[in-house]
């Protein structure tokens, strides 16, 4: 069974870093690609960021420029990371993995982030 795990979330001031860590365990196809989704409170969940098996990775407008994902495919993990946070960022983050046919079958479940003074 394959099950993701997320950690880094917390109580975070603005302007300050943030490291998210997702690490998976279990078959997992090599090849895929791994992402960081966000839902904050009373809005539909969006997606953050992106990368694949070989490095390309895809961002949020909202997020481009902030925020950097990256991943150990040694480990199975996938980070996310800023530090540059703003208050609109408080959510709660879900990492993902595809499988193989590309589908994102795979969540944490979830870590919450609250940006405040």
């Known amino acids: 069974q394959v099950q993701l795990v997320e950690s880094g979330g917390g109580l975070v001031q603005p302007g300050g870093p943030l490291r998210l860590s997702c690490a998976a365990s279990g078959s997992i196809f090599s090849r895929n690609v791994m992402g960081w989704y966000r839902q904050a409170p009373g809005k539909e969940r969006e997606l953050v960021a992106t990368?694949?098996?070989?490095?390309?990775?895809n961002y949020a407008d909202s997020v481009k420029g902030r925020f950097t994902i990256s991943r150990d495919n040694a480990k199975n993990t996938v980070y996310l990371q800023t530090n540059s946070l703003k208050p609109e960022d408080t959510a709660v983050y879900y990492c993902?993995?595809?499988?193989?046919?590309?589908?994102?079958?795979?969540w944490g479940q979830g870590t919450q982030v609250t940006v405040s003074s």
């Open positions: 990368i694949t098996s070989g490095g390309r990775t």
């Open positions: 993902t993995f595809s499988d193989f046919q590309g589908d994102y079958n795979y």
